[in-house]
């Protein structure tokens, strides 16, 4: 076993000295990977940020009540009635003698993204007078907040970063009304972080919705109180139209519908490039092995064996593929991890999110690298090992 690993070493060393007489083809390899890295990366990264802002906007303890079967607020409808008797309901929370919940409408208006000048869907949130407490994390950092019964938003930092039209101190016409930006907000890491925000009556009115709302949220006074909450909603008639999900759940599932056509994407693009990496450093790798034919031959002939040709060769392709993916990563880092970006939400309109690469998706990123070496010097590899000394030194 020594001696095998003795001969693996040193025809490992002699293939990794020999990398610079075929050095345009060896860069094209690890160029091909490490293009098929970066891709993959970006979409996963897409996908995982946008997963993290959405998921990690709930709370166990706030309930989200939607019409049963919608899939987007945009779809859902509360009336008042149903919100008053949800108000009443077993754990909510109180501030005072009033119930802690929010009935609130989303609606869309038009924006400018900063990048392109292009027209995008922005989400306007009308929301009760406790709608903020009942998001945590958020803190007004610019201006104050709107005053319920005017026509005053105030905007998302997230947003803002992203899209012209809503900056502080700006008056804006939306749908025949004016309007005016009072205030910036920060809700770092959530969806909220991308809305504009405004009173609840005033949406309604200015938009034609009154008495009408699609989402309500209700503060309970603990999170194991939400079993008995969704209970009791379940079974009172006049709800029977509504779901109950607390409001992790509720994003857990919008992320899930959001990310999955990002991952897979994120997979198909990149086990395609992986594909033409693959060729590429089978060409690679079967020009190496014709390369040191002659060295291979007098290793033979001296007493090494086929396995450690055939290790080598492994070894090689490897190296290659790895410092692919590494340049893969690194490209990664600096192009795009942590910068800002948007998407259309699960709701039609515009979320801001930041790309984020997660220790799990750059070890998928490198075990794919690792693959397109694997398979890229087996061929070659046994091609090695089947060297017949005597033909090879007699063609020489």
């Known amino acids: 076993m020594t001696s095998l690993l003795n001969q693996i070493g040193a025809v490992t060393a002699l293939n990794l000295r020999s990398i610079p007489q075929r050095a345009a083809m060896s860069i094209a390899s690890v160029v091909a990977v490490a293009l098929a890295i970066t891709v993959l990366l970006f979409f996963l990264a897409l996908s995982n940020g946008l997963r993290q802002t959405v998921e990690g906007s709930g709370a166990e303890d706030i309930a989200v009540v939607i019409r049963e079967g919608s899939n987007a607020e945009l779809n859902s409808v509360v009336t008042r009635d149903q919100l008053n008797i949800l108000a009443t309901g077993p754990g909510v929370a109180h501030q005072g003698a009033r ?12 924006g400018l993204k900063r990048s392109t000048g292009t027209k995008a869907n922005m989400p306007f949130r009308g929301i009760g007078a406790e709608g903020v407490s009942l998001r945590r994390g958020v803190r007004i950092t610019q201006g104050r ?9 105030i905007v998302g930092a997230g947003l803002l970063r992203e899209f012209a039209g809503f900056e502080f101190g700006k008056a804006i016409r939306l749908r025949g009304g004016t309007w005016q930006v009072v205030g910036v907000f920060e809700a770092p890491g959530t969806v909220f972080d991308s809305e504009l925000w405004a009173d609840i009556a005033v949406t309604q009115s200015l ?30 008639p006049r709800l ?43 060409n690679t790798m079967y020009a190496s092995v014709a390369a040191r034919s002659t060295e291979i ?30 340049l893969g990563i690194g490209l990664a880092f600096a192009a795009f991890n942590g910068r800002t970006t948007s998407t259309l939400g699960s709701g039609f309109t515009q979320l801001v999110f930041k790309f984020d690469l997660s220790a799990a998706i ?27 000394p005597q033909l090879e030194l007699a063609a020489q």
């Open 99 to 110: 119930p802690v919940v929010s009935g609130e409408l989303l609606v869309i208006v038009d």
């Open 145 to 153: 907040m709107f005053n319920p019964g005017t026509n005053e938003i």
């Open 207 to 236: 938009f034609n919705r009154p008495n009408v709302y699609q989402t309500m949220r209700v503060k309970l006074t603990s999170a194991a109180g939400m079993p008995a909450f969704k209970a009791w909603a379940g079974g009172d």
């Open 240 to 282: 029977n139209q509504l779901e109950v999900l607390s409001e992790r759940e509720y994003y857990v599932r919008q992320a899930s519908q959001s990310t999955a056509q990002f991952t897979f994407i994120a997979w198909a693009l990149g086990i395609t490039m992986a594909i033409g990496a693959l060729a590429g450093a089978l």
């Open 297 to 326: 031959a007098t290793l033979r002939i001296i007493g090494f064996s086929g396995y450690a040709a055939f290790f080598g060769t492994m070894v090689e392709a490897l190296a290659l593929a790895a410092l692919g993916g590494l």
């Open 362 to 388: 750059i070890g998928s990123a490198v075990m794919l690298a690792l693959l397109i070496g694997f398979l890229g010097g087996v061929l070659p590899g046994v091609r090695a090992a089947r060297q017949r």
